[in-house]
């Protein structure tokens, strides 16, 4: 469980979140839906450790181990694909003195990478990579580190369509298989409702909730869950609030 | 035909240089134009780097030595000094001024200096080619260092990475267009030093130039400065094909898209 509690943040004299109240389950999909500027991506940073706060707390029931997904892949264009993957693993284990043997690092990004159905691209450099393919390996390299917090900033707003709902299903997959925390910063209501199964709406300021939806969805989520009316009713829950 | 494709930019500059070396020589015979007194014809010029081959020789060997000791004095120690001011505030701090100094004041006023320091010859030299070359390796270095895109420190972050893991696993490798950008500059000056500090601190070309002025041998002065570009292309050239290996090995340099 990841909980914040009254947390405030100023940005000069701005206040960008206020008051700000959350709890998240552990395995839940969180979407955080909202306008640009509405203070998601800081709300994310901050409950990744990346942004200070000015007061309030943010606590977890399990010290997060976290993976990361950016809205741009963030590859390291001077490493393989192999390479960029093993990154977090080789980074911690000089680092936190957790003693990773290198070929367990090795094997381990293999794994990651035929998750994603990219083995026959790792040693590849990713300026040989499609958009879709970076995205890919950016996740598996994110999910190297077994987290148990994956939280992903507008990874799709850089793809094409096809490539976005590949995506998708695959993070869809992963999340079932792992049963991680999941918080995903999206503008788009289709990428939210596929997604997540608890979906915030963030006002224009402040990053005040304006709706906290549930949804228990069952059926797995597919290309054919894109035309259920299960998914079209949630979009039109969706669209009562914030247009599209 | 590819081959010949690929070559047609080489050949056609050759072509032009070639051209221009005709149009010289016979203007400089037939018109005087130039000025052969002033501006000696290719043919002159070529005569002189003959007839003076021994001199030539010993002086581009003095010079390419001293040229290339100084530079790479200045590699190392602006590399060391560049990381360390990165690391280290007190150190930039210090590199500020320092740096302010010896770019605004030309070497050409610091060299007597020298002279007094180090006396006459290959360590005047030295001394002067490093300094000239030495401030665009620490200030391109510095600004490269500081220039990584704030994702990929998150990224880092994210993984409690060292400062050291993120100065020599990411800092340097993202810098490192702008690190080689800095070296070939400093390459072209570290040239530039040797010569003024062989004017005062003697031997090489620029003693070579100095004393043909006072004999009034405009030729043996064109034949060192011919030299003198073929060292300084020769060093480019030798950088060039260490950045293209190192590029071969690892896409270093590309352009980063970064949001």
Known sequence: ??????????????????????????????????????GKTTLIRMIAG??????????????????????????????????????????????????FKKSEIYQEALEQLDQVNLSSSANLFPQMLSGGM???????????????????????????EIHRFQLQEKIHQLWQIYKFTAI?????????????????????????????????????RTSTYRESQEFLNILRILREELPS | ???????????????????????????????????????PTPWMISAALWELREDFILAFYETTLRTLA????????????????????????LL???????????????????VIYFGFGAPTVIASSTIVSLFPIIANTLIGLE??????????????ASPWQILFRLRWPYAYPQIIAGIKISAGLAVIGTIAGEFVGGGGLGAMIDSARTQQRIDVVFGCLILLSVLGIGLLSLLNGINKMILKWRPLALPLKIF
């Not at chain 1, 008051?19 to 839906?33: H, M, R, S, T, V």
């Not at chain 1, 977890?60 to 393989?80: C, N």
Request: with cysteine; hydrophobic share 45%.
């Open chain 1, 50 to 99: 990346l942004e200070t706060y000015d007061s309030g707390n943010i606590t977890y029931s399990t010290p997060p181990e976290i993976g990361y997904v950016f809205q741009d892949a963030q590859l390291l264009p001077w490493l393989s694909v192999l390479e960029n993957v093993q990154l977090p693993l080789i980074l911690k284990r000089s680092s936190s003195g957790v003693k």
């Open chain 2, 96 to 114: 500020l001024p320092l740096s302010l100094f010896f770019q605004t004041v030309p070497i050409i006023a610091i060299a007597p200096l020298l």
């Open chain 1, 1 to 38: 469980m990841i909980e914040l509690s009254s947390v405030n943040k100023y940005y000069v004299s701005k206040h960008l979140i206020k008051d700000f109240n959350l709890k998240i389950p552990e395995g839940q999909f969180l979407g955080l839906l909202g306008p640009s500027g509405c």
């Open chain 1, 134 to 160: 970076k995205m890919r390996v950016s996740l598996a390299r994110a999910l190297i580190q077994k987290p148990n917090l994956l939280i992903l900033d507008e990874p799709f707003s850089a793809l094409d």
């Open chain 1, 184 to 220: 995903l910063v999206t503008h788009s209501n289709y990428e939210a409702a596929f997604l997540a199964d608890r979906i915030l709406q963030i006002g224009d300021q402040h990053g005040k909730i304006r709706r906290d939806l549930s949804f228990l969805v069952n059926e797995k």
């Open chain 2, 70 to 93: 100084g530079f790479t004095l200045s590699l190392v120690a602006g590399l060391c000094l560049a990381f360390g001011a990165h690391l280290f505030q007190f150190l930039r701090n």
């Open chain 2, 147 to 160: 220039q990584t895109p704030i994702a990929y420190l998150d990224l880092f972050k994210l993984s409690h």
């Open chain 2, 1 to 39: 035909m590819n081959f010949l494709m690929s070559q047609a930019r080489p050949l056609k500059s050759l072509i032009s240089f070639l051209l221009l070396m005709v149009a010289w020589e016979f203007g400089g015979n037939i018109f005087n134009i130039p000025p052969r007194h002033l501006i």
